[in-house]
């Protein structure tokens, strides 16, 4: 998935306790923002404007597990694309769906 997503993003993690100033900058970042949680998504233009964000209308979307998130993220995605083709939107979809399905029958066991 991580291919895909490089075709129209810049991919970082910031860790508030690893990298030097992080909290700082995820705060601002979440500023304005009610959800909690980690991991938390946004999409900036390239002079840092907030385009999308994981947000969903139930709170953060984390990593999108429920149906609901990973519609959300589709959204996140399809909202602010600009080479990633609706195929390629399909796949990353498959993907979220494939690892949600795995993850939430670990959590039934």
């Given at each position: ?29 979440r500023a ?30 984390g990593c ?10 589709r959204g ?34």
């Amino acid at each position: 998935m991580r291919a895909l997503l490089e075709k129209d993003y810049v991919l970082l993690s910031l860790d508030s306790k690893k990298h030097k100033d992080g909290a700082a900058v995820i705060g601002k970042l979440r500023a304005g923002h009610q959800g909690v949680g980690i991991p938390w998504m946004v999409v900036l233009d390239g002079d840092g404007r907030e385009l999308a964000s994981g947000d969903g209308p139930k709170g953060n979307i984390g990593c999108p597990a429920r149906t609901d998130e990973i519609a959300w993220f589709r959204g996140m995605l399809a909202k602010t694309r600009s080479r990633l083709q609706d195929a390629e939107l399909d796949a990353i979809q498959r993907i979220n769906e494939t690892f949600a399905a795995r993850w939430l029958g670990k959590q039934k066991q």
